[in-house]
């Protein structure tokens, strides 16, 4: 069943098995996406990894998206999660470089976010999401394979989790699993390979796990680019520390 072959991202399937799997309708092509793309080239080393054999650039952005259709960003890029969330690096607050300005008002940005924000409000109801938005890029070399996510199969705590591909260069590896919580075999597994390919989860029902990555050409630099979004739902926005009042066009 890998490769199965991306179509539309659906809500029913959402509702129906946990996850989704597809594209976004946004074009990954143009002055836009090329500008908001080399931005994973300002992305700066994860300085949490410690001894984890992963090699990760990574910034952080959040953004309230009002039930309204408005997207405010957010100050502040703190990120916690539970030991009995992620066993890796849980239990403390992780404090991560903003994203560059360039990349918060990319209009490719909020054409994105939109595509999930409707997608997740078609199969939970509309109502207001802090989303987390997390820049990655896993590093392989000649010597030695990445794993994009060293705490293994996992949650992250979250209502919705929505990856997205961003870029895939010289690499191989990088299959996707998603498991329903408590069964022992994968109901889903693929290697995204096409730009905005987008694997959409229900986080509190579903478990997702990422082969390694390992260089096609030893005589070149290897990487993949990722887009992770979290949906966390909002009960009151007033009460949401960073507000900004600004508006992402």
């Known amino acids: 069943m890998d490769k199965p072959k991306p179509g539309d991202l659906r809500a029913d399937a959402l509702i129906e098995h946990g996850w ?6 946004v074009a990954a092509e143009g002055d836009d996406w090329r500008r908001f793309a080399s931005s994973w080239n300002e992305l700066v080393p994860d300085a949490y990894l410690g001894p984890a054999r992963c090699r990760r650039n990574r910034r952080y952005g959040r953004v309230l998206a009002h039930r309204d259709g408005t997207l ?3 100050d502040g890029t703190e990120f916690f999660q539970s030991k009995a969330v992620n066993r890796a690096f849980g239990d403390q607050l992780r404090v991560f470089e903003p994203l560059t300005e360039e990349a918060l008002s990319s209009p490719q940005l909020a054409r994105i976010l939109r595509e999930n924000v409707a997608l997740v409000n078609e199969a ?8 987390g938005i997390h820049c990655i890029r896993v590093l392989a070399d000649p010597h030695e394979g990445s794993e994009p996510a060293p705490e293994g ?8 989790v929505a990856i997205h591909l961003i870029d895939r260069h010289q690499c191989v590896g990088g299959q996707n699993q ?7 075999d994968p109901q889903y597994t693929v290697t995204m390979t096409e ?9 509190t029902s579903m478990e997702h796990a990422v082969s390694e990555i390992r260089t096609a050409d030893p005589s070149a630099p290897s990487w993949r680019d990722t887009l992770i979004v979290d949906f ?12 900004t009042h600004r508006s992402l066009q």
Do not use: C, I
Request: glycine share 10%; aromatic share 6%.
């Open 20 to 25: 989704t799997h597809g594209r976004l309708r």
């Open 195 to 203: 730009p905005l390919e987008v694997l959409l989860l229900s986080d």
């Open 178 to 184: 998603l498991f329903r919580r408590g069964e022992p």
């Open 153 to 160: 199969r996992h949650s992250d705590g979250h209502a919705y």
């Open 72 to 74: 405010e960003p957010l």
């Open 124 to 131: 939970a109801g509309k109502q207001d999401w802090e989303l």
């Open 232 to 243: 966390n739902a909002v009960l009151d926005p007033a009460d949401m520390a960073g507000r």
